[in-house]
């Protein structure tokens, strides 16, 4: 599944939000001197935060798609293109390990342990990402009934589930959730765009991708053809 975003990885990096500067300064304050590897890079919305605090970066992707959208963004840094799961750290470990939008697609049962044994003594794991909600409850009520009636079999993960995904691990010696909400406002286009980057949508045929589209325009449209994104990001930072 994750390689469905390279089927529209210009895009994907063009409407994808990117991090606030607390969230960057939050990472810098705590993540010791050394290398830094960014796990699941996709188009670099993570390796951006990595590389305004540190000279050596290196971008795990395996899709190569997406892979080409981060080198022509990002020449500077070394992008290897495989698996986390298949990634060999180097002698001693990293610094600084991190995961944008990414860390359900890594292995459940090995994630934490693999994390940890990538990093250097002193190392840093910071897992980051946004929660697409809405600051509106009309609007979020009828965005998800256009949702719910194309995804019927798709579960929400629960709000904190990556902090205690690290904690629960066991693997860890400290564990920290840092929060940020935004709002951030889409016209009907700019949201169907966004949709079209999210993967349960990508796993639907062609045919409910345009009913789910058409759906979508006739309701954005009428809210007066803009919608206000409630945006939740999270940090999780975890100490070897």
């Known amino acids: 599944m994750p390689l ?14 990117g991090y606030p500067g607390e969230l960057r300064r939050a990472i810098e304050g705590r993540a010791p001197a050394g290398p830094a590897v960014d796990i699941g890079a996709g ?3 993570g390796t951006e935060v990595l ?28 992008v290897v293109e495989t698996t986390f799961e298949q ?3 180097p002698p001693g470990g990293v610094g600084l390990l991190a995961c944008a939008m990414a860390w359900h ?20 794991l910071a897992v980051f990402g946004h929660r697409f909600g809405y600051a509106d409850r009309g609007q979020s009520a009828a965005i998800g009934a256009v949702f ?8 929400m993960r629960p709000v904190h589930w990556i902090v205690d995904d690290v904690r629960g691990s066991g693997v860890w010696s400290s564990v920290d959730e840092l929060e940020w909400h ?25 045919e409910l991708q345009r009913r789910v589209l058409d759906d979508l325009r006739a309701t954005i449209d009428g809210f007066g053809g803009t919608i206000t994104l409630d945006l939740h990001t999270t940090l999780v930072m975890a100490q070897r």
């Open 87 to 89: 990634w060999a750290p």
């Open 182 to 206: 935004r709002d951030l406002p889409l016209g009907t286009e700019g949201y169907l765009a966004l949709t079209q980057t999210f993967s349960p949508f990508r796993r639907h045929s062609p």
């Open 4 to 17: 469905v975003f390279g089927e529209v990885a210009a895009l994907y990096d063009d409407v994808r939000p």
């Open 105 to 124: 697609w890594m292995d459940a049962d090995t994630r934490n342990q693999q994390a940890a044994d990538a990093l250097s003594p002193s190392g840093v």
């Open 43 to 45: 188009t670099g919305k």
């Open 51 to 78: 590389a305004a605090i540190r000279d050596d970066v290196t971008a795990i992707e395996p899709d190569a798609r997406m892979a080409a959208v981060l080198r022509s963004k990002f020449p500077a840094v070394d």
């Open 148 to 155: 719910d009636r194309a995804n019927r079999d798709v579960k």
